[in-house]
């Protein structure tokens, strides 16, 4: 008789203080349905609000599995996307606290890009969603949100402290939370981590699917003045060692028995989130503004399993500098109105490396490349009785641009445009 390890998880998760038990609150509020805060029972959208482990090294994915009208699109441990009513990752935008993540990903997943230890819940919106998140949003949205900084009537501090241990992966995983908060302030800071090992299946430890990660979180919001309040917001996350199995695919007929069978994989890639907002009256409304700065880097590999090297070295980041501005009122009590603007811009200039003979050359896809997006958008909410009536408009603007990119042999990059 053999006796195999079977997934065993352990999971703690500490009070520092009997004062962090006063703020945690399991209400039924969602903000990414009608873009403010209202309650999930009269949001006409169909909504899933899910609540991960105080530390957990399972991805995004694992949260969606099993959820009505959610799926995963897998090519790896790490590499999870979301899948909404059978809708992948070009139908869906995926925001972290509101903001849009963008890049070009062949391979992995933009959900991957922050650690569930770090993430208070996630808000996944069923169905189109574009008069709020622009193009791109047909089948919906899935914002992660980290803790808030909040106010208190009085000075308080705690946190929480978590940790997991797997033995199917032999994955070891924590996070730590801690807040401060008072009458004018409030921060919230954390850090999180994941050591994952190749998985073990009834078939045998599979190859190349463990990966390590570690998260950073910085949050302040600081009341300057009666309904003004100042808002900061700081984010990193890197990985390393993360293959994509499921892009295992054999090299082209010319190139077969140079190289054999070919695998993507990113030793480095990370994730930077900066945010500077403003809250503040306007009219009789109020208006909430914010600015940041975001950017995805990425190392990119191609593996030869005959030739045991990387054959393609691709490094690029794609850096988004982005503005969202919404004006909210309440024009009676059963009438909400919303007019925002958002806009951002994207770019990303790759430095591709080409080496199948041994020989490194520069091979770039495109250079100098941008997408620019401009958005304004209203949405208007009147209750009836009963019933209740939304109606939205959404003006969008999308540009892209990119230079030819340096082609191997020496051969004349070029500068026209595509």
Excluded: C
Aim: hydrophobic share 35%.
């Amino acid at each position: 008789m053999h006796l195999r390890p079977t997934p065993l998880a352990l999971a703690l998760t500490l009070a520092s203080l009997p004062a962090f038990a006063d703020t945690l609150t399991l209400d039924s509020t969602v903000v990414t349905a009608r873009g403010y805060a209202s309650d999930s029972q009269n949001t006409p959208q169909a909504i899933e609000v899910l609540r991960p482990q105080p530390a957990s090294s399972e991805p995004l994915g694992s949260l969606l599995r099993g959820e009505p009208g959610l799926a995963v699109h897998s090519d790896g441990a790490w590499g999870q996307n979301p899948v909404l009513r059978g809708l992948k990752k070009e139908s869906v935008v995926l925001l972290v606290d509101g903001v849009r993540v963008n890049s070009a990903q062949p391979q992995g997943a933009l959900a991957s890009f922050s650690d569930l230890g770090l993430v208070d819940r996630v808000e996944v919106v069923k169905g189109p969603g574009s008069v709020l998140y622009g193009s791109g949003a047909l089948g919906g949205a899935v914002n992660l949100l980290t803790p808030p900084a909040r106010f208190s009537d009085r000075h308080r501090q705690g946190g929480r402290f978590g940790l997991s241990a797997g033995t199917v992966d032999d994955a070891l995983s924590g996070a730590l939370l801690l807040e401060d908060s008072g009458p004018d302030h409030g921060l919230v800071a954390g850090v999180a981590g994941s050591d994952v090992g190749d998985y073990d299946s009834p078939d045998g430890t599979q190859a190349n699917t463990g990966y390590r990660s570690n998260s950073l979180l910085l949050k302040y919001q600081q009341k300057l003045a009666d309904d003004y309040v100042l808002r900061f917001n700081a984010q990193r996350h890197d990985d390393r060692d993360v293959w994509y199995p499921a892009s295992r695919k054999s090299a082209p007929p010319a190139q077969a028995a140079l190289l054999g069978e070919i695998t993507m994989h990113s030793p480095e890639q990370t994730r930077e989130l900066y945010a500077l907002g403003l809250d503040a009256p306007l009219g009789v409304g109020s208006l909430s503004t914010e600015l940041y700065r975001q950017e995805v880097f990425r190392q990119i590999r191609a593996w030869s399993s005959r030739q045991q090297r990387n054959y393609v070295e691709n490094d690029v980041s794609f850096i988004t500098h982005g503005l969202r501005s919404t004006w909210l009122a309440s024009l009676g009590d059963s009438h909400q109105l919303s007019i925002g603007v958002d806009g951002w811009k994207m770019t990303g200039d790759p430095e591709r490396y080409l080496s199948p003979t041994g020989t490194r050359v520069l091979n770039n896809p495109f250079e100098d490349g941008e997408v620019t997006s401009a958005g304004l958008f209203v949405q208007d909410e009147y209750s009836l009785g009963q019933t209740q009536f939304t109606a939205g408009l959404r003006y969008d603007r999308v540009e892209g641009d990119a230079a030819e990119g340096q082609r191997p042999h020496g051969a004349d990059p070029g500068s026209e445009k595509q």
